[in-house]
């Protein structure tokens, strides 16, 4: 680095008073204004949300800065909603390498929220509570946004152009085939409530437990295939920015996300969030917990929310949809595109599979903690270089042809993750 002194010899050089300057400028066209509006109307009191907008990935730099919002919808009890509004953010962060900067970071986001939301489920599970819950996290850093969930509490985005697109799978066993054919094929059993003469009633759900979910945290009285490993979506909004709505089932079980997102167009964040909760009540009545979190990403210079999209000409509308590209191209890509509204897709995973989300090992993700001692990918426990177990095969001493290669689990996650696979007997041990 050089110093200042060594600045001030070179008279070429522009001063750091300008330099600055410039830079802030940039940073400021840079960042756009993000706006938050949250309401809600309670019946079972199961719903609990998070905001946070003063999260910071380098501590103590305001240019580092990045937003959390999060909808929590539990079952059976709130023990599970509450334990994971207090710790999920906790430990995505804990499982992220540090010293990153923006992009790099960005990339190494969904390997950390898997971590995060197994190790989350794993520890609520170790206190012997029953409840479970849903979770739908997102990240906003300037244009990215990066949503993680389980359960069916959906995020959606609602873009310039008018085009809504769901950040998020409902992992509901009435709905999601692939998610029923991965419960019973690792043991469970997926039907519909009887009752008394046999006849069934209700939407599907796995047994034992009867939920009504693939996929949540908590639910230790249920079989491990429900899984925690959420369904992760990165995507690049425009420069135009967007809407995110986020909502429990209480909005969506009323409304369809077009309607949710039409309900509230041209209004602030704050009354927007109002309006599709009331809207929602119109609809269907007071049936459940009820909860929505409106994010307006605003560009630098327009404190407006988005305005309700202009007449649509059909050349445009084609142009009107995800665009998959691979991370090199893809600023190239995203300043050609930003004129025509086209929300840059970057990453998209949902498998339910640990071994698979968490991937190999890179220079990113070197399975070592800074004082060189591994760790555990999931719990980020360290671990003796004999306790490692390679997510992907046996003892890192036996099989693996670079047994230095990670991502390594302890004992109690390589166990966690036979559980979920199906590969051992389900049914938590209590110590
Ligand atoms: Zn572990």
């Not at 479970?132 to 850093?141: K, N």
């Not at 949710?260 to 602030?268: I, T, V």
């Not at 929505?292 to 202009?310: A, S, W």
């Not at 997510?391 to 966690?416: N, Q």
Request: charged share 25%; aromatic share 6%; hydrophobic share 35%.
């Amino acid at each position: 680095m050089a110093s200042g002194e060594g600045r001030r010899r070179h008279h070429d050089l522009v001063p750091l008073a300008a330099l600055l300057k410039r830079e802030m400028k940039s940073e400021k066209m840079e960042k756009p204004t993000v706006r938050v509006g949250h309401a809600a109307q309670s019946k079972k009191g199961e719903d609990y949300f998070l905001i946070k907008t003063d999260c910071q990935r380098v501590p103590g730099n305001s240019s580092s800065s990045f937003s959390v919002f999060a909808i929590f919808d539990g079952h059976n009890g709130n023990a599970a909603a509450i334990f994971t509004r207090e710790h999920l953010l906790n430990h995505v962060l804990g499982a992220l390498p540090r010293g990153l900067g923006r992009d790099e970071w960005l990339q190494a986001l969904p390997r950390a929220l898997v971590a995060g939301f197994v190790k989350t489920d794993k520890e609520f599970q170790s206190r012997g509570e029953t409840s479970g819950t849903t979770a739908t996290f997102v990240i906003v850093d300037r244009w990215t946004v990066t949503v993680a969930s389980v359960g069916d509490s959906r995020c959606i985005l609602d873009t310039q152009g008018g085009a809504v697109t769901s950040l998020t799978v409902d992992h509901r066993l009435e709905e999601n085939i692939e998610e029923r054919e991965r419960v019973t094929s690792s043991g469970g059993e997926v039907g519909r409530l009887s009752i008394v003469g046999g006849a069934e009633i209700g939407p599907l759900r796995c047994w034992p437990g009867g939920l009504c979910l693939s996929r949540s945290i908590g639910d230790m009285d249920v079989g491990e295939f429900i899984v925690p490993i959420p369904y992760v979506k990165q995507v690049k909004l425009s420069k135009a920015g967007g809407r995110l709505i986020i909502a429990s089932d209480g909005i969506w079980d009323a409304l369809s996300s077009e309607m949710a997102a039409k309900s509230c167009r041209g209004l602030p964040a704050e009354l927007a969030a109002m309006q599709v909760v009331k809207e929602a009540l119109r609809t269907r009545g007071l049936k459940d917990d009820t909860t929505c979190i409106v994010v307006d990403i605003i560009p630098p210079d327009n404190e407006l929310p988005p305005t309700p999209p202009p007449p649509k000409r059909n050349k445009l509308r084609d142009l009107l949809s995800f665009r998959k590209s691979s991370r090199d191209s893809a600023s190239k890509l995203s300043k050609k595109l930003s004129a025509i509204n086209i929300v840059e897709e970057l990453f998209e995973e949902g498998s339910a599979m640990l071994a698979e989300r968490l991937g190999n090992d890179d220079n990113l993700n070197s399975g070592q903690s800074t004082s060189g001692i591994f760790v555990c990918a999931v719990c980020q426990v360290d671990l003796a270089p004999s306790e490692g177990i390679s997510v992907h095969a046996g003892s890192i001493f036996s099989t693996s042809s670079k047994p230095w290669e990670g991502p390594f689990l302890c004992f109690d996650c390589r166990d966690k993750k036979d559980a979920m696979e199906g590969k051992r007997p389900s049914g938590v041990k209590v110590s």
